[in-house]
């Protein structure tokens, strides 16, 4: 069954979901894996099909996707592979990792030349100069990202060789160096190609008990992979040593500093010129750049199939509680309890529970988060059908059948349309976090805005978004007022 639900929203979404014939390619959320991700795409697909589906989180959500074999390769690196993939306490060999990962069907190839360690970096005016002056300084704010804040290699084992006993605040990537400047934080982490290190002038803290390992970055792929792909491998193998350090960091600031895209980034990395020389877009040629209908597009079919969903299970299951007692109140409790469930967290765990990225469990997540509007209103419109009602059709000889579809629904309608409404405005905004697993929507922009720390790349992603909920609210105002103009009748 779940293999036929997922076939069927599929071919609903196009191609832009993928398919078996196309190399996938993932990238997590932060400037240089979204290039690193275009460059091995744009490499793959001079010799057949490829797909970059980017941003779509922390290591956890990505390492998820390619062992659900949503994607088929990523960049990831060796210290974030040694230590929070495989969870291994001491540093091991690439022999030994691979030896690890085979078992997963996973392996690592394509060392791409270049080093981006973690790293500390605080204000050029501070008088802290390496991670061991931290501890002497408790008064010191740290803004570090989420994702780091939880790694084996992270924050947790930092504090404790180190002796730290700072609690840090947590900060998106992409905003922290703002939040530095302006002096909100003190502290935060960095990685060592970062482009905006020298823009913002911040001194790195030095390393000086070694806590860190070495991130050189590699391709963390399926074994399958180059028997499907042999001649799209045989192009990304090319880009061996290829990117230096210094060659990543110009990367990064094209993107970061200049305002390029990734593919933009990519295809001048390819042609081996030095940065792109595309000038800056405005938030117009953002707002309707090329691929604002395919976001239309994919947004829509997010939040139409999973409301479709909800309105085929939450309308009948709120009519059950309206007309029994005693599952009423477990009912509404239950659709109230997986309201409450944070988004993120949801699209995290459905992973994993699916076996798949993309569209299938973002529709999951919107569905369960339309059941309580619809559920709710559903049961409170039933219940507010006047008893007098209900007498005079059963005096009329109608069954209970009957009596529901010619007297119950059609003036309970007004008050389902409402929650019907409330679930359709909800699923709208929601969706945007629906990028952040490769399914598509107004959410790339967004993802890619704060990737970048771009203010028109993400409203680019809002003000579609904003606008189709209120499209969406003005349509079922007027389906609402002609139901109650026809209950009146």
């Known amino acids: 069954m779940r293999t036929i639900i997922a076939a069927f929203i599929l071919c609903l979404c196009g191609p832009a979901f993928g398919a078996g014939d196309v190399l996938q390619v993932g990238s997590k959320r932060f400037t240089e894996s979204y290039i690193l991700g275009e460059i091995i795409t744009q490499s793959a697909a001079v010799h057949g099909q490829a797909a970059h589906r980017q941003g779509l989180g922390n290591t956890a959500i990505v390492l998820a996707a390619l062992q659900a074999s949503s994607i088929d390769v990523y960049p990831e690196y060796i210290g974030t592979i040694d230590q929070e ?22 392996g690592i190839a394509v060392p791409l030349g270049f080093n981006n360690t973690y790293a500390l970096a605080v204000r050029a005016d501070s008088t802290v100069k390496t991670l061991s002056d931290l501890a002497a300084q408790p008064q010191l704010r740290f803004g570090l990202s989420h994702e780091f ?44 190609t970062d482009a905006k290190i020298a823009r913002y002038h911040l001194r790195v803290l030095v390393d000086d008990l070694a806590y860190f390992p070495r991130y050189d970055a590699v391709l963390l792929y399926r074994l399958d992979a180059p028997q499907r792909f042999p001649k799209a491998w045989a192009a990304i193998g090319r ?18 500093l200049e305002g390029k895209s990734f593919a933009a980034v990519a295809r001048a990395f390819l ?32 939040v139409l199939v999973s409301l479709a969903l909800a309105c085929l299970a939450g309308i009948p299951l709120g009519i059950v509680a309206a007309f029994v007692p005693r599952v009423r109140q ?75 579809l010619h007297v119950d629904l059609p003036l309970a309608m007004p008050v389902i349309l409402a929650g019907v409404k409330t679930a359709a405005v909800t699923c709208v905004g929601t969706a945007t976090i629906a990028a952040f697993i490769g399914a598509g929507g107004y959410g790339e922009r967004i993802t890619t805005g704060l990737a970048l720390n771009d203010n028109d790349m993400l409203l680019a992603g809002a003000i579609p978004a904003a606008a189709m909920a209120l499209l969406t609210q003005a349509l079922f105002e007027l389906a609402e007022r002609l139901a109650t103009r026809r209950q009146r009748r």
């Open 271 to 302: 042609s081996a010129s030095a940065t792109p020389s595309a000038d800056r877009a405005g938030l117009m040629a953002k707002l309707f750049g090329p691929d604002l209908w395919t976001l239309t597009r994919q947004h829509l079919v997010l």
């Open 85 to 106: 993939i495989l969870k291994n306490a001491q540093p091991t060999s690439l022999a030994q990792m691979r030896a690890a990962l085979a078992p997963m069907g996973l």
């Open 330 to 404: 477990p009912v509404l409790a239950l659709v109230g309890v997986l309201q409450t469930v944070p988004a993120l967290a949801l699209l995290a765990i459905l992973i994993p529970v699916l076996g798949m990225i993309g569209a299938v469990p973002a529709m999951v997540a919107l569905f369960v988060y339309a059941l309580l509007p619809i559920v709710r209103n559903t049961c409170t419109a039933i219940l507010g059908v006047p008893a007098g009602l209900r007498l005079a059709a059963l005096a009329l000889g109608l069954r209970r059948r009957q009596r529901l």
């Open 239 to 256: 880009l061996e040593g290829r990117i230096t350090a210094e060659r990543m960091i110009a990367m990064n600031a094209a993107a970061e």
């Open 149 to 192: 804040i939880g790694r084996a290699d992270g924050w947790p084992g930092l504090a404790a060789r180190y002796g730290l006993g700072q609690a840090p605040r947590g900060l998106d990537h992409g905003i922290a160096y703002e939040a530095l400047d302006q002096r909100q934080v003190d502290v935060i982490d960095i990685y060592s």
